[in-house]
């Protein structure tokens, strides 16, 4: 088993830190853009936009495309290509997401279930297509 340097272990620490950061900024981002389009929509029906199913749709592909983009930071950034700086990312955001909700099982709507359920998944997938390109590029 290889021994990490000290500068190795921060900047694995650090890449699943930046990974984190990142999946969060675009969350928030994408959702604020979303909420936004959904204001302004004119749509005069009794639903309202954060119940329709166009919006439940989005709400987790925005949860997709973070954790896409969070796990291939990490994987950039992470010294050793292996999957285990982007599981921790994929398990971290799950965390976040679960402390921002406090917790609370029973309020989870469906849509709340399948943004958490896809969260690591997705970060793997992320994570997975920077460690190909990076051992494409090395051949």
């Not at 989870?108 to 943004?115: Q, Y």
Request: contains cysteine; hydrophobic residues 50%.
């Amino acid at each position: 088993m290889q021994e990490y340097t000290t500068k190795e272990r921060m900047q694995n620490i650090l890449s699943v830190v930046v990974g984190v950061f990142t999946g969060f900024a675009l969350i928030f981002l994408l959702n604020l853009i979303l909420l936004l389009t959904m204001a302004t929509s004119s749509s005069r029906d009794d639903v309202s936009p954060e119940n329709s199913n166009l919006f439940k749709i989005l709400a987790v592909t925005t949860v997709v495309i973070s954790c896409l983009v969070a796990g291939f930071v990490t994987a950039k950034i992470s010294t050793r290509k292996t999957f285990i700086h982007v599981l921790l990312t994929g398990i971290v955001l799950v965390i976040i997401i679960l402390g921002i909700a406090d917790f609370n099982w029973k309020d989870f709507s469906t849509t709340d279930w399948l943004g958490l359920l896809v969260t690591i998944p997705c970060t793997l997938l992320g994570g997975l297509k920077q460690i190909k390109l990076q051992l494409a590029a090395k051949k």
